[in-house]
């Protein structure tokens, strides 16, 4: 059994950036694939990024790409979401995820185990 906290959320204004971690604990984190997924008030959770348990694969939302960095300490159990040029519309709770797999997972169904959220709010 994983158990995932996310934390470094908090307000910003548009264009700022934010650093969000998952600390995990309980299992054997090295050999999970991550995922990073926001949900925003009235609207379906979507995905973010996701990173394989052997820093290979990393894959991006396009919405995303080129301002989000997703990466990984596994001696440190905590997988990092570096997000730059945030914008309003970005404003969201944000969830980390794993799942056991040697590939990266974009579907939210494809994990297993999920955090209880940290909130992102970006100020026009």
């Known amino acids: 059994q994983v158990q995932l906290v996310e934390s470094g959320g908090g307000l910003v204004q548009a264009g700022g950036s934010l650093r969000l971690s998952c600390a995990a604990s309980?299992?054997?984190?090295?050999?999970?694939?991550v995922g990073w997924f926001r949900q925003a008030p009235g609207k379906e959770r979507e995905f973010v990024a996701t990173i394989s348990w052997n820093y290979d694969n990393t894959y991006y939302a396009d919405s995303v790409k080129g301002r989000f960095t997703i990466s990984r300490d596994n001696a440190k159990n905590t997988v990092y979401l570096q997000m730059n040029s945030l914008k309003p519309e970005e404003t969201a709770v944000y969830y980390c995820?794993?799942?056991?797999?040697?590939?990266?997972?974009?579907?939210?169904?494809?994990?297993?185990?999920w955090g209880q959220g940290t909130q992102v709010t970006v100020s026009s």
């Open positions: 309980g299992g054997t984190f090295r050999s999970y694939t």
């Open positions: 995820a794993a799942a056991f797999a040697g590939r990266v997972i974009i579907a939210s169904s494809g994990y297993d185990y």
